[in-house]
């Protein structure tokens, strides 16, 4: 892929900072949360739970806050490619996704070879793996495809969207196990699209138990609402966008 022989071109080592990277963050995590804060979650039996429950969060969160990052000034980076009017450009998207996926499948394979070594077994329910990530992947693309568009004409968009990234993460039980929070919150974070899909990402890997494939069904629904609402706004727009560009 084009942006991945861009961040990787002239480098020494190349695609293996593609491993580097996610190994030296899963490892920051099980060093500062497991021995040093001596933190655990729930009634799992082992030293490092805590950082292998925030880094099955994480896998879920860091591939779609990467998508959807990057979608926001997608188009407008590349307004010369826009305004040609021979040039599909979905591909675009397509190869920014791509780029994303192949990070967080790196970071992936980081965190299950952290699982293994500090003792963990993976179990059947992993076989759930490559639809959580299917699911992640729609969901991100079609808000990010919504986002990249209305902040090619609406430049606050871009300046709000992190702000609420923020929000979003700090809302969703990545750091912290939702059984903590307050009832009434609970009750609200059904209302977070990424809330069961982080969950499913944590039981699988971390509670090794069946996701609740209801919560996952809805989160299909909505994921392809998001890409058909995201795709009809772009082909709506498509030529006011070469104008503005």
Do not use: H
Request: charged content about 10%; overall charge neutral; aromatic content about 10%.
């Amino acid at each position: 892929m084009t942006e991945l022989r861009l961040r990787f071109d002239r480098s020494v080592l190349g695609a293996l900072w593609g491993v580097l990277n996610p190994l030296a963050q899963v490892a920051i995590f099980a060093l500062v949360l497991s021995n040093v804060l001596q933190a655990k979650i729930g009634n799992v039996d082992n030293q490092y739970s805590f950082a292998l429950y925030l880094c099955a969060g994480l896998a879920c969160w860091n591939l779609f806050n990467d998508i959807v990052s990057r979608s926001l000034n997608l188009f407008i980076a590349n307004g010369n490619l826009i305004k040609k009017a021979a040039f599909p450009k979905i591909v675009l998207l397509a190869n920014l996704v791509g780029a994303c996926v192949v990070d967080n499948l790196l970071l992936l394979t980081a965190v299950l070879a952290l699982f293994l070594i500090t003792g963990f077994t993976l179990t059947a329910s992993l076989i759930f793996l490559p639809l959580l990530l299917m699911l992640t992947i729609a969901l991100a693309t079609g808000i990010g495809l919504i986002l990249g568009v209305l902040n090619t004409f609406i430049r606050d968009i871009g300046q709000v969207t992190p702000i609420w990234l923020q929000v979003l993460f700090w809302f969703t039980p990545i750091v912290y196990p939702a059984s903590i929070v307050p009832e009434q919150l609970q009750n609200l974070m059904v209302f977070n699209p990424l809330y069961p899909l982080v969950t499913s990402y944590q039981q699988i890997l971390v509670f090794q138990t069946w996701p609740d494939t209801g919560s996952l069904l809805n989160c299909l629904v909505i994921s392809a609402g998001l890409l058909l609402l995201g795709g009809f706004i772009y082909s709506r727009a498509a030529e006011d966008m070469a104008d503005v560009l």
